[in-house]
């Protein structure tokens, strides 16, 4: 039902430095692992809405209708520089208390859901990306979309699960250090700007 060059593909894309892996990467370099397994859970349902408009193909109405597009396009780059802008506001007062983190494990996944959910580029990316692997003449397309759709949605669940576990493992020399955590923190910021800017100035 799927094939190598589909996972490595999909591997290879997952492992891109986007918006979801920085949000991942930033949650558990500042608030632990714990936290960064919620983000990677977020993101990854984020791109559920995305898939699903892909498998319909509805991203092909989206993708014809401008005004639609330019709305989505729009709050979502403005959602990545509002998180810019509060966590370099944030700088050099951080709060890692463990009662606080855990309060705020379902915040963490509901921002990585909006982070993820509103970008249009990915329903974009998806109806380009994953009929290249249905098999010609194939009996049942739309089940195989939905195959596919799973397991590229486990790949990117994985991959962003290591990914925070490797920043939860290195947040103990991060946090005793505030040179290098405020240094840090504003690069995830400055990165999360650059990201809503270029998403705002995508073309369809």
Sequence with gaps: MFTTEFLITSLIIVMLPGTGVIYTISTGLFVGRRASTA???GCTFGSIPHLLVSILG???ILHLSAQAFVLL???????????AWTMWRDTGRLNIE???CQRGMRAIAVKGFLINILNPKLSMFFIAFLPQFVPIGSVSPVLHLILLSGIFMLITLGVF??????????RDYVINSPRILNHLQRSFAVAFAALGARLAMAER
């Design 39 to 41: 983000a990677a859970v």
């Design 58 to 60: 509805l991203s092909a």
């Design 73 to 83: 396009k729009y709050l979502g780059a403005a959602y990545l520089l509002y998180v």
């Design 98 to 100: 463990k009662k606080r």
């Design 161 to 170: 699960l290591l990914y925070g576990l490797f920043a939860g493992t290195v």
